[in-house]
């Protein structure tokens, strides 16, 4: 029905902005570049009885929690919501795996159930979100408050303890030398790169998110999508939860991702999403939770004392968020422009 | 009425340039004390711009203002308001979890000892309400009050100063028949103080119920002025519209496309939503477009969204293919097949963030459901096929969306639900923003569609374009079908009779 014209000559190309993958990369190196600078070790990397150590594997291994609670955040925050309550379901799923544990059921069960737990979470933050209209910050609040509550509830207000081989090889074992939970990390970081990239949910999830009026007049059931994020980041918070569990043996509802949600915000924020919603970023997420996490280290690694921490990483992040600030970065280059020679025009 | 000796407001010559547009163009307009008079215009007619010149929130560029008899420049809404010239805007000013007393009061309160003295500022709420005759609990919180009631307010706190002009920004827009009595009650009663009343509507109807003069603008220029009974509807109407320009479309679109044989793709019998639309009667047949006519504000849009199910009906039916449907939701108006361009593309048509290539496959992503993804070859094909069929713009179908211009953005959306092939098809003002080129284009496009088979609805103020390729005509006006025009008897002169006449 469309005539095919002849093919048109190149459009002239216009010199395209950097990528949005470049500032959350050049923070994170200038703050490893310190780190060097501060500990000559820094960069080492030694192979002891088939385990990597070094302070880099130690950012990638701690990050992992973190990096699984935002790429859930990311689809949600995509779809122009948020979810306070990751760190309280957190909670929730070390509280039901150590019962299921503590019931003797097999390790396939209990992760089966945990993660159904996780997703039962998600569903009901987008159930009050989608269905009943509530703001999202106020939704999920409800669960995060109440969240820990209820893992208490589940592990008798005590701290249960367990053992568990599969859980321990999962969470601190490792394949073959790398640390087994990087590649949970990769496998879920895949499984949704696919379902945002290549999937029709995908596309809906950032039109949604983008501009939820017109998503609806183009015939998105915007309900069902936002549903849908909610449950994602329910289930990715129910592995960081595994994981977490995993590795202090232990249920404690109380400690158990405490203020992880805000760390998992932050890292969607860095890299380069906006809350207002639209397009999502996950590599770049992943690269923010590397930054946030090698912070950390770097402050305990710097000999600062401990009560520096917070601020010295709330002083980085806004450094690193207001380099992404497009308002920040035309004032620098008009100024970086003002400075430089001028270039002969061809 | 003639002109009276000392008018309240003169203003004359004024000019206003906004960067690329001249928004007012030496526009002369006189307000008399004691008269309600009527300013009137379409979309881009200079109407706000003119009352923003007056009220201080704009300077103008060049032209006087006379207040009185006193030359004035206005520069700012609180100079403006000393002077006495207060308004009230269409989308209600004011605080809706406050009450009504506090609303009235704000910023001048009657104070005590430098504290509110919340008695006082009852009673001289309660007062200012009871001058026109407004009975309601000024301790109640203003959300909890009709929009009437809001509208009242608003009025009674721009009266309640030294008021010699009150400007009045489409104050009936969201109110019913019953509550715009109500209001026009309270308006005559102010008229009769000496108050000079500037009201902007849409509604012709409430014009010739409630107005002493009329001043039309058209595109930024002065258009005609004159009391009720010098500008009868059609006058009006055609100082509104303008000479319409010779149509460049000769021929009238042939009724050969149309298939008469089988049911109506869509029938709507008594379709409407109340505070929305009057129950409406409407049918297209495959192949024949049914053209939405009427003045700003007349209902052609709410008619479209309603149609789509964008907004749902809550009177009447409506039957596809033969069989009645109840539409809840777009979703369920694009798996039938339908589709519709929205007027504001912005807010309503495109995600900005996104690229051009995702944005053309939304439509067609979403009729084929979650699980059935267009493949990411399809999309590229797609893509570059709409680029290169309606001359899109862009260097590449990965740009987002949202740095194409106006016109080009317009044909993203053309194009996405050209993509999803649909049966119907509803554009809202498919030319507005275009360029003159582009504008023969989609028409041409339109023509096209409709031989192929499509049936289309299309909203438009132009009546040329209107006249070019309807079969058939539904006239609106005050969001009611005034009238249905059908075949040879479509003209440009027969659409403004029919918008005109009561």
Same mark, same amino acid.
């Given at each position: 029905?469309?005539?095919?014209?002849?093919?048109?000559?190149?459009?002239?190309?216009?010199?395209?902005?950097?990528?949005?993958?470049?500032?959350?990369?050049?923070?994170?190196?200038?703050?490893?570049?310190?780190?060097?600078?501060?500990?000559?070790?820094?960069?080492?990397? +030694? %192979?002891?009885?088939?385990? !990597?150590?070094?302070?880099?594997?130690?950012? /990638?291994? @701690?990050? &992992?929690?973190?990096? =699984?609670?935002?790429?859930?955040?990311?689809?949600?925050?995509?779809?122009?919501?948020?979810?306070?309550?990751?760190?309280?379901?957190?909670?929730?799923?070390?509280?039901?795996?150590?019962?299921?544990?503590?019931?003797?059921?097999?390790?396939?069960?209990?992760?089966?159930?945990?993660?159904?737990?996780?997703?039962?979470?998600?569903?009901?933050?987008?159930?009050?979100?989608?269905?009943?209209?509530?703001?999202?910050?106020?939704?999920?609040?409800?669960?995060?408050?109440?969240?820990?509550?209820?893992?208490?509830?589940?592990?008798?207000?005590?701290?249960?303890?367990?053992?568990?081989?599969?859980?321990?090889?999962?969470?601190?074992?490792?394949?073959?030398?790398?640390?087994? +939970? %990087?590649?949970?990390?990769? !496998?879920?970081?895949?499984?949704?790169?696919? /379902?945002? @990239?290549? &999937?029709?949910?995908? =596309?809906?999830?950032?039109?949604?998110?983008?501009?939820?009026?017109?998503?609806?007049?183009?015939?998105?059931?915007?309900?069902?999508?936002?549903?849908?994020?909610?449950?994602?980041?329910?289930?990715?918070?129910?592995?960081?939860?595994?994981?977490?569990?995993?590795?202090?043996?232990?249920?404690?509802?109380?400690?158990?991702?405490?203020?992880?949600?805000?760390?998992?915000?932050?890292?969607?924020?860095?890299?380069?999403?906006?809350?207002?919603?639209?397009?999502?970023?996950?590599?770049?997420?992943?690269?923010?939770?590397?930054?946030?996490?090698?912070?950390?280290?770097?402050?305990?690694?710097?000999?600062?004392?401990?009560?520096?921490?917070?601020?010295?990483?709330?002083?980085?992040?806004?450094?690193?968020? !207001?380099?992404?600030?497009?308002?920040?970065?035309?004032?620098?280059?008009?100024?970086?422009?003002?400075?430089?020679?001028?270039?002969?025009?061809? | 009425?003639?002109?009276?000796?000392?008018?309240?407001?003169?203003?004359?010559?004024?000019?206003?340039?906004?960067?690329?547009?001249?928004?007012?163009?030496?526009?002369?307009?006189?307000?008399?004390?004691?008269?309600?008079?009527?300013?009137?215009?379409?979309?881009?007619?200079?109407?706000?711009?003119?009352?923003?010149?007056?009220?201080?929130?704009?300077?103008?560029?060049?032209?006087?203002?006379?207040?009185?008899?006193?030359?004035?420049?206005?520069?700012?809404?609180?100079?403006?308001?000393?002077?006495?010239?207060?308004?009230?805007?269409?989308?209600?000013?004011?605080?809706?979890?406050?009450?009504?007393?506090?609303?009235?009061?704000?910023?001048?309160?009657?104070?005590?000892?430098?504290?509110?003295?919340?008695?006082?500022?009852?009673?001289?709420?309660?007062?200012?309400?009871?001058?026109?005759?407004?009975?309601?609990?000024?301790?109640?919180?203003?959300?909890?009050?009709?929009?009437?009631?809001?509208?009242?307010?608003?009025?009674?706190?721009?009266?309640?100063?030294?008021?010699?002009?009150?400007?009045?920004?489409?104050?009936?827009?969201?109110?019913?028949?019953?509550?715009?009595?109500?209001?026009?009650?309270?308006?005559?009663?102010?008229?009769?103080?000496?108050?000079?009343?500037?009201?902007?509507?849409?509604?012709?109807?409430?014009?010739?119920?409630?107005?002493?003069?009329?001043?039309?603008?058209?595109?930024?220029?002065?258009?005609?002025?004159?009391?009720?009974?010098?500008?009868?509807?059609?006058?009006?109407?055609?100082?509104?519209?303008?000479?319409?320009?010779?149509?460049?479309?000769?021929?009238?679109?042939?009724?050969?496309?149309?298939?008469?044989?089988?049911?109506?793709?869509?029938?709507?019998?008594?379709?409407?939503?109340?505070?929305?639309?009057?129950?409406?009667?409407?049918?297209?047949?495959?192949?024949?477009?049914?053209?939405?006519?009427?003045?700003?504000?007349?209902?052609?849009?709410?008619?479209?969204?309603?149609?789509?199910?964008?907004?749902?009906?809550?009177?009447?039916?409506?039957?596809?293919?033969?069989?009645?449907?109840?539409?809840?939701?777009?979703?369920?108006?694009?798996?039938?097949?339908?589709?519709?361009?929205?007027?504001?593309?912005?807010?309503?048509?495109?995600?900005?963030?996104?690229?051009?290539?995702?944005?053309?496959?939304?439509?067609?992503?979403?009729?084929?459901?979650?699980?059935?993804?267009?493949?990411?070859?399809?999309?590229?094909?797609?893509?570059?096929?709409?680029?290169?069929?309606?001359?899109?713009?862009?260097?590449?179908?990965?740009?987002?969306?949202?740095?194409?211009?106006?016109?080009?953005?317009?044909?993203?959306?053309?194009?996405?639900?050209?993509?999803?092939?649909?049966?119907?098809?509803?554009?809202?003002?498919?030319?507005?923003?275009?360029?003159?080129?582009?504008?023969?284009?989609?028409?041409?496009?339109?023509?096209?569609?409709?031989?192929?088979?499509?049936?289309?609805?299309?909203?438009?103020?132009?009546?040329?374009?209107?006249?070019?390729?309807?079969?058939?005509?539904?006239?609106?006006?005050?969001?009611?079908?005034?009238?249905?025009?059908?075949?040879?008897?479509?003209?440009?002169?027969?659409?403004?009779?029919?918008?005109?006449?009561?």
């Amino acid at each position: 029905m469309i005539p095919v014209p002849p093919p048109s000559e190149p459009a002239t190309k216009t010199r395209r902005p950097l990528p949005a993958v470049v500032w959350p990369l050049v923070a994170l190196a200038a703050i490893l570049v310190v780190d060097g600078f501060i500990s000559p070790s820094f960069f080492s990397i +030694r %192979l002891v009885e088939g385990r !990597l150590y070094g302070s880099l594997i130690d950012i /990638v291994y @701690r990050g &992992t929690p973190i990096a =699984l609670l935002a790429l859930g955040m990311a689809i949600v925050i995509g779809a122009k919501g948020i979810d306070l309550s990751v760190g309280s379901v957190v909670a929730i799923a070390g509280a039901v795996m150590a019962h299921f544990i503590h019931l003797g059921f097999d390790p396939a069960v209990v992760v089966a159930a945990t993660l159904a737990v996780g997703l039962l979470c998600g569903l009901w933050n987008g159930f009050l979100v989608a269905v009943l209209s509530i703001q999202p910050i106020i939704a999920t609040l409800i669960l995060m408050v109440a969240g820990r509550g209820i893992a208490l509830m589940i592990n008798g207000g005590r701290i249960p303890t367990f053992r568990s081989d599969f859980f321990s090889a999962l969470s601190t074992g490792r394949i073959w030398v790398i640390p087994s +939970r %990087l590649f949970l990390v990769a !496998l879920v970081f895949l499984v949704l790169w696919a /379902v945002l @990239r290549r &999937t029709a949910f995908g =596309l809906f999830v950032e039109a949604v998110g983008g501009n939820a009026s017109a998503a609806r007049l183009a015939g998105i059931g915007t309900r069902m999508v936002t549903l849908a994020t909610y449950g994602i980041s329910g289930v990715c918070a129910a592995l960081a939860g595994i994981i977490i569990t995993g590795d202090t043996r232990s249920s404690d509802a109380v400690t158990a991702g405490m203020w992880s949600e805000l760390d998992a915000i932050l890292a969607v924020v860095l890299g380069g999403a906006s809350l207002n919603g639209g397009r999502i970023f996950l590599a770049t997420t992943l690269v923010g939770v590397l930054i946030i996490q090698s912070l950390t280290t770097s402050i305990l690694m710097s000999g600062l004392p401990p009560e520096f921490n917070l601020v010295v990483k709330a002083v980085v992040i806004l450094a690193v968020l !207001l380099v992404q600030a497009p308002k920040v970065r035309t004032a620098v280059g008009s100024l970086v422009a003002a400075f430089r020679p001028r270039r002969t025009e061809r | 009425m003639d002109v009276p000796a000392r008018p309240r407001v003169v203003m004359r010559g004024i000019t206003k340039t906004f960067p690329g547009v001249k928004a007012l163009d030496g526009v002369d307009f006189t307000l008399a004390p004691g008269e309600i008079h009527a300013l009137l215009g379409e979309n881009g007619a200079g109407k706000s711009t003119l009352v923003k010149v007056l009220t201080g929130v704009l300077a103008a560029d060049a032209g006087t203002v006379e207040l009185d008899g006193v030359p004035i420049r206005v520069a700012s809404p609180a100079a403006a308001q000393d002077l006495g010239i207060n308004t009230v805007y269409q989308e209600v000013n004011l605080v809706p979890t406050l009450s009504v007393a506090e609303n009235l009061m704000l910023e001048r309160q009657s104070s005590r000892f430098g504290l509110i003295s919340w008695r006082k500022t009852r009673e001289r709420a309660e007062a200012a309400l009871a001058r026109l005759k407004i009975h309601v609990d000024v301790g109640r919180s203003l959300g909890s009050c009709s929009l009437a009631i809001q509208q009242l307010v608003a009025i009674a706190r721009a009266l309640d100063r030294d008021t010699r002009v009150l400007v009045l920004d489409e104050p009936t827009a969201s109110l019913d028949a019953h509550e715009v009595e109500g209001l026009f009650t309270v308006l005559r009663d102010i008229r009769a103080r000496g108050i000079a009343i500037v009201f902007i509507t849409h509604f012709i109807d409430q014009v010739y119920a409630i107005a002493d003069r009329i001043t039309v603008l058209r595109n930024g220029r002065f258009a005609g002025t004159g009391t009720i009974a010098e500008v009868p509807r059609m006058r009006l109407v055609t100082l509104m519209l303008g000479k319409q320009i010779e149509s460049h479309y000769a021929e009238r679109p042939t009724t050969e496309s149309i298939d008469q044989t089988g049911a109506p793709v869509i029938a709507a019998t008594g379709l409407g939503r109340a505070r929305w639309l009057e129950p409406i009667d409407l049918s297209v047949r495959a192949g024949e477009v049914v053209g939405l006519a009427g003045l700003l504000g007349s209902g052609r849009t709410e008619t479209a969204k309603l149609l789509f199910g964008a907004e749902r009906a809550d009177k009447g039916s409506l039957v596809i293919d033969g069989v009645p449907v109840t539409l809840r939701s777009p979703g369920q108006a694009i798996r039938m097949g339908f589709g519709f361009c929205p007027e504001d593309r912005k807010h309503e048509g495109l995600i900005l963030d996104l690229s051009v290539r995702e944005n053309l496959i939304l439509a067609l992503q979403c009729r084929r459901g979650w699980w059935n993804r267009v493949g990411q070859a399809e999309q590229n094909r797609i893509a570059a096929e709409m680029i290169a069929a309606l001359g899109i713009a862009t260097p590449d179908a990965e740009k987002p969306v949202g740095q194409l211009s106006g016109g080009n953005q317009q044909k993203v959306i053309l194009a996405r639900w050209l993509a999803a092939k649909p049966r119907l098809l509803i554009l809202d003002e498919p030319t507005r923003g275009i360029d003159i080129g582009a504008h023969a284009e989609i028409v041409g496009l339109i023509r096209r569609l409709c031989r192929e088979g499509l049936a289309l609805i299309v909203a438009s103020s132009e009546l040329e374009e209107i006249v070019a390729f309807s079969h058939r005509v539904a006239v609106l006006r005050d969001r009611r079908k005034v009238s249905e025009i059908v075949g040879a008897d479509i003209t440009q002169s027969t659409i403004v009779e029919a918008i005109a006449n009561s």
